[in-house]
T-cell receptor, first 115, second 115 residues
Framework: DTGVSQDPRHKITKRGQNVTFRCDPISEHNRLYWYRQTLGQGPEFLTYFQNEAQLEKSRLLSDRFSAERPKGSFSTLEIQRTEQGDSAMYLC?????????????FGPGTRLTVL | AQKVTQAQTEISVVEKEDVTLDCVYETRDTTYYLFWYKQPPSGELVFLIRRNSFDEQNEISGRYSWNFQKSTSSFNFTITASQVVDSAVYFCALRAGGDDYKLSFGAGTTVTVRA
């Protein structure tokens, strides 16, 4: 079990550019989550997949954000026309359904800096 | 709506002292789940402990223990005999029961353990 992995770990981009992040969950986990964490705050929920279906999106996920999980395995999060306010750590987590606790295991995150 | 409050922003202790982290939550659900996560300087959130709303038995796991009290909506976490490696940001998180799987996090408490 290799845990949740995310790529890249760091991304610096200029305002207005598009960026895409990838998340590979723990292999047997069917649920995948994206969170955003700004400095000094706890993570905030963005969106959640069960297999390939995107079941919930937060109001934080503006039209410039899109997430996919095409084959129910890895997921991508794309931000179009980045703004300085998008600078944050983007965290991916996965869990396995069937457990009441559904504890989520997190990846190392992708730190985005928008100049 | 779920809300988690961690009133302590920072705690600094000397090695071997005990550290207790406070967490107060708000929820309208009768079934819910509570978690503590640790975020070391490397950035990856690490799952520590969990508790469900219908089990108020407090437990000890190694140097970690927790005190769950529904009457006061509190889920406090204690590290016994702290070590330098315990230095990190600690987050309390809440998840509703049923099909709502997103975690609501507090703002975190930064723990610094000095040698």
């Amino acid at each position: 079990d290799t845990g949740v992995s995310q790529d890249p770990r760091h991304k610096i981009t200029k305002r207005g550019q598009n960026v895409t992040f990838r998340c590979d969950p723990i292999s047997e986990h069917n649920r995948l989550y994206w969170y955003r964490q700004t400095l000094g705050q706890g993570p905030e929920f963005l969106t959640y997949f069960q297999n390939e279906a995107q079941l919930e999106k937060s109001r934080l996920l503006s039209d410039r954000f899109s997430a996919e999980r095409p084959k129910g395995s890895f997921s991508t999060l794309e931000i179009q026309r980045t703004e300085q306010g998008d600078s944050a750590m983007y965290l991916c987590a996965s869990s396995q359904s069937g457990s009441g606790y559904n504890e989520q295991f997190f990846g190392p995150g992708t730190r985005l800096t928008v100049l | 709506a779920q809300k988690v409050t961690q009133a302590q922003t920072e705690i600094s202790v000397v090695e071997k002292e005990d550290v207790t982290l406070d967490c107060v939550y708000e929820t309208r659900d009768t079934t819910y789940y509570l978690f503590w996560y640790k975020q070391p300087p490397s950035g990856e959130l690490v799952f520590l402990i969990r508790r469900n709303s219908f089990d108020e038995q407090n437990e000890i796991s190694g140097r970690y223990s927790w005190n769950f009290q529904k009457s006061t909506s509190s889920f406090n976490f204690t590290i016994t005999a702290s070590q330098v490696v315990d230095s990190a940001v600690y987050f309390c998180a809440l998840r509703a029961g049923g099909d709502d799987y997103k975690l609501s996090f507090g703002a975190g408490t930064t723990v610094t353990v000095r040698a």
